[in-house]
């Protein structure tokens, strides 16, 4: 929003390494605020849902820059392209009737609420990581699906700041960020972490190690 408003040209695309890498792109003129574009030339991209502009569905992309496969792995292969030639992406998005994109999670990351309602925690998580002092932050379920939110909160920031002081500069957040969710999304639980999260060599969170048991 920041970016629109002093006219900052810029765009945002969405793909993987799978498909070379682009799937979804659109000009800065033209790109919709929140979304990740529309299908790039020569990519055909579905998301499978009876309704995609309404509830959410896996984004599948055909198309000739998808790769052949994993080099001498045909199960992983099958796991990802269908028969038809459909590559599953694991990503959840929504389509507009103009064929924007908008991501909403990992479907391996997507939370049930006790009552049955999906949660992304990537979009929670956003929010958190957004306010200061939080550094970064994962949304996990906690159990009776309720969310706990685990905080790394910036050394620098608060590190004149007694335990104590963390945990309610860590309160103040979600009590922010919670006045902006669903009911059913609300933070229960917070814990403070010690350290960053352990991550892949992209930078990418290793979310599986702090999964509630």
């Given at each position: 929003?920041?970016?629109?408003?002093?006219?900052?040209?810029?765009t945002v695309g969405y793909g993987?390494?799978?498909?070379?890498?682009?799937i979804c792109y659109e000009?800065?003129?033209?790109?919709?605020?929140?979304?990740?574009g529309k299908a790039a030339p020569r990519m055909?991209?579905?998301i499978l849902s009876s309704d995609p502009e309404n509830i959410v569905g896996e984004i599948v992309c055909k198309g000739p820059n998808?790769?052949?496969?994993?080099?001498?792995?045909?199960?992983?292969t099958q796991e990802v392209i269908d028969k038809d030639g459909w590559l599953h992406t694991g990503d959840l998005a929504l389509m507009d009737a103009e064929g924007n994109v908008t991501i909403k999670g990992r479907s391996k990351n997507l939370l049930l609420s006790?009552?049955?309602?999906?949660?992304?925690?990537?979009?929670?998580?956003?929010?958190?990581?957004?306010i200061?002092?939080?550094?970064?932050?994962?949304v996990v379920d906690g159990g009776d699906g309720h969310l706990v939110a685990l905080i790394y909160l910036d050394p620098e920031a608060t590190a004149d700041m007694t335990p104590d002081q963390k945990m309610e500069a860590a309160r103040a957040v979600v009590k922010g960020v919670n006045a902006s969710l669903a009911a059913y999304e609300q933070?229960?639980?917070?814990?403070?972490?010690?350290?960053?999260?352990e991550k892949t060599p992209k930078r990418s969170i290793k979310r599986f190690l702090y999964l509630k048991q």
């Open positions: 929003q920041f970016l629109k408003m002093i006219d900052f040209p810029y993987m390494t799978e498909c070379g890498p682009i000009d800065w003129t033209k790109f919709k605020p929140g979304s990740c055909d991209v579905r998808v790769m052949l496969g994993y080099y001498k792995n045909e199960e992983a006790a009552s049955g309602q999906n949660i992304y925690p990537e979009e929670i998580e956003a929010k958190l990581n957004a200061a002092p939080v550094a970064e932050s994962l933070i229960r639980d917070i814990e403070i972490m010690d350290s960053e999260f």
